[in-house]
């Protein structure tokens, strides 16, 4: 989890280098893709059920790497087209992940067409994805600097979840 340029991507790759386990990669990266046009409040449906179908057909194993889950979609939903539905509200409540690895926007923002807004947008939506997991009590494990400490972080906070779950 991370607003837009934090390293997500970069991580989630990482982890399923070193450990195998499967990703699911962002929904709305994929959907820029398909419709190659700016994205608008219609969207966020589509993402979402992009994302779904990406859940329900990826790997059953006991870890799932997520670039991004229902609540960015939220964040982002709220942040560039004034919206906030209910049954996207709903739908991430029900499933919230087991830990969220939150990426600390430390690097330096990376513009990318079509997709990204600016350095002060990637604050704000920053925030409302923090007080979004905090809303949702989740599981949250800060990670900054660069990427081989917060590899190093995020598989101990893995590893830890991993430990707790099998006793």
Do not use: N
């Amino acid at each position: 989890m991370g607003a837009e340029s934090t390293g997500k991507t970069t991580l989630v790759r990482a982890l399923s280098a070193e450990r195998g386990w499967p990703w699911v990669a962002e929904a709305a990266r994929k959907h820029v893709e398909a419709v190659g046009r700016p994205l608008s409040r219609f969207d966020v449906a589509p993402i979402a059920a992009r994302h779904l179908a990406a859940v329900r057909t990826a790997p059953d194993t006991p870890v799932l790497l997520l670039d991004t889950d229902l609540l960015a979609t939220l964040a982002y939903a709220e942040h560039y087209h004034a919206t906030s539905p209910g049954w996207l509200r709903s739908a991430a409540s029900r499933g919230l992940a087991d830990l969220y690895l939150v990426c600390k926007p430390d690097f330096a923002f990376d513009p990318e067409p079509v997709q990204r807004g600016s350095a002060q947008d990637r604050l704000r939506i920053q925030a409302r994805m923090e007080a979004l997991l905090a809303e949702f009590d989740a599981c949250v494990v800060e990670l900054s600097g660069p990427l081989e400490e917060r590899l190093a972080t995020a598989l101990a906070a893995i590893d830890d979840l991993l430990q707790k779950s099998a006793t």
